[in-house]
């Protein structure tokens, strides 16, 4: 079977750079590289080495993500990290909602990280009744319900996302992807920079709270105002991007 095609503007990016320094950019669940092209391509163009994976089953169709789940996203996530690996061992992770999960997970499967950089994460697990809920759901014979992608406060702006939201792959984000790592956080001793949105319909802005609340490293938390859950492509978009690369700039040293 051939593999499904790859929606414009949906394509993965790895760039070489002239630093001594690299980014492994994570997007979310049911989204694609384009919601963090912005700030990956602001990163290369500073000179940093960057990953910008596109997780297996995203910027596709949504049947294709359908049969996918935690372990193949944070395989990809794995791949990504080892390919910037290659080319510098001084890395910053980014990542958005469940980017920022898999960031997470990053930094805790690698300590030698130099910081972590998280836009709305999801850190924290759904309660045991919503996640029943949505089991139920499932063997009812519901596989989509509606979509989250497209949180944005700018009417300007659009994130390119599919309009349902795959509830197995959900289960398997919560469950294999959420619950073992939500403990953990104190094992993390590197910097982290928290972007938060007060107003936000996707991922509660309390899951952020519990990651500053447990993290071991120093978190520099900056609440966004203006912005919703994707927040990389909306008004805070640019103070963001500016904010990650002073942030990369301090703690890698390059």
Known sequence: MSEPMILPGCEP???DGSRDAGVLVIHGFTGN????????????????????????????????????????????????????ASRTANIVVMG?????????????QHSAVAGLILVN????????????????????????????????ADPDATEIAYEGTPLVPLLSLYNDGVAPIADRYGDLAMPILLYTSKNDHV?????????????????????LERS???????????????????????????
């Open 121 to 152: 994460p999801a850190a924290a697990n759904q309660a045991d009744e919503a996640r029943a809920m949505i089991k139920e759901m499932v063997e009812d014979g519901t596989a989509v319900a509606p979509g989250i992608g497209s949180d944005i």
């Open 96 to 108: 958005l909602s469940m980017g920022g999960t898999l960031t997470l997970w990053a930094g805790l």
């Open 13 to 15: 990016l790895s760039s």
């Open 203 to 223: 991922v509660p802005p309390a899951a952020s709270d519990h990651l500053a609340a447990t993290a071991g490293g120093v978190v520099e938390h900056v609440l």
């Open 228 to 254: 919703y859950h994707v927040a990389t492509q909306d008004y805070d978009a640019a103070d963001i991007t500016a904010g990650a690369a002073a942030f990369i700039a301090r703690v890698t040293g390059a």
């Open 33 to 84: 590289p384009s919601s963090l092209r912005a700030q990956a391509d602001s990163f290369a163009e500073l000179g940093y080495h960057v990953e910008l994976p596109r997780l297996p089953g995203h910027g596709t169709t949504i049947d294709d993500m359908l049969r996918t789940n935690w372990a193949d996203w944070s395989g990809e996530v794995e791949a990504a990290y080892q390919r910037l």
